[in-house]
């Protein structure tokens, strides 16, 4: 009976740490703060690039090199490791791009993190540079102007409630890849939105970034908090 016992507590011990967690995380850490970005499973192709840039330690002591308060942070430049003062910044890159991604599920709002890009035809994403939206907070008027301008096209009725209530850039949207969410510590981006920046975005305080992948156990406990607040 003992031995039994001893096995049911083994099995059921490993089902819980073979479990794994729903998504992908990495904290994105910088001297003003930090924040956990979920990673998208419907974007494998930017959420892979993002991860072998995170392990690889690529994005350590780049900064957020460009801000635009009520627009976005943006940040993965590796010529913006040690940069002189005024120096532009944005035009680093890492020899390749990745494909777009666009889902309908997936847009620009508050907390969205996102691919950079040049003016490709193809609206291919920068193979490292990334921004995460602040954005801003639209009316129903301001909407469908910018549906009838610029998107061409209506947005879900859930996604218009989200711009009008929590904000975000909908402007963007199907143009360039969301692959991530903020899930915790969002005030980080408002905190690096509203520093003080030169002619070219660029923040007169170097915000220096350091991105590490949560692991599996620090995952799926994020994921329990995470549950607990949606409930409660």
């Keep these: 009976m003992k031995k039994l016992l ?19 995380y990495v904290r994105i850490s910088t001297d003003m703060g930090e924040c956990i970005v979920m990673l998208y499973n419907e974007t494998p192709l930017h959420t ?4 072998k840039l995170s392990k690889a330690h690529f994005y350590d ?11 976005m942070i943006q940040g993965g430049d590796p010529d913006s490791r040690h940069p002189k003062a005024g120096v532009p910044l944005g035009e680093g890159d890492v020899g390749y791009t990745i494909p777009a991604e666009f889902r309908d599920s997936l847009f620009h709002k508050k907390g969205a993190l996102a691919a950079a890009r040049d003016n490709n035809p193809e609206k291919a994403s920068s193979g490292c540079q990334f921004y995460i939206v602040q954005g801003k907070t639209f009316t129903e008027e301001q909407l469908a102007a910018l549906e009838e301008k610029r998107l061409k096209f209506r947005l879900p ?23 991530g969410e903020v899930v915790k510590g969002l005030e980080l981006v408002d905190q690096v939105a509203a520093l003080l920046t030169d002619p070219n ?21 994020l994921e329990k908090e995470l549950s607990r607040i949606k409930t409660s």
């Design 201 to 221: 975005d660029r923040p007169n305080h170097d915000v220096k970034i350091k991105v590490s992948v949560l692991k599996r156990r620090q995952a799926k406990k």
């Design 48 to 51: 892979a690039n993002f991860l």
């Design 61 to 71: 002591g780049t900064l957020f090199h460009r801000v635009i308060k009520s627009f």
């Design 157 to 179: 009725e859930y996604q218009r409630e989200v711009y009008k209530t929590i904000g975000g850039a909908p402007h963007l949207d199907h143009n360039y890849t969301v692959f």
């Design 6 to 24: 001893c096995l049911l507590l083994a099995f059921t011990c490993l089902n819980v740490f073979a479990a794994k967690p729903k998504h992908k």
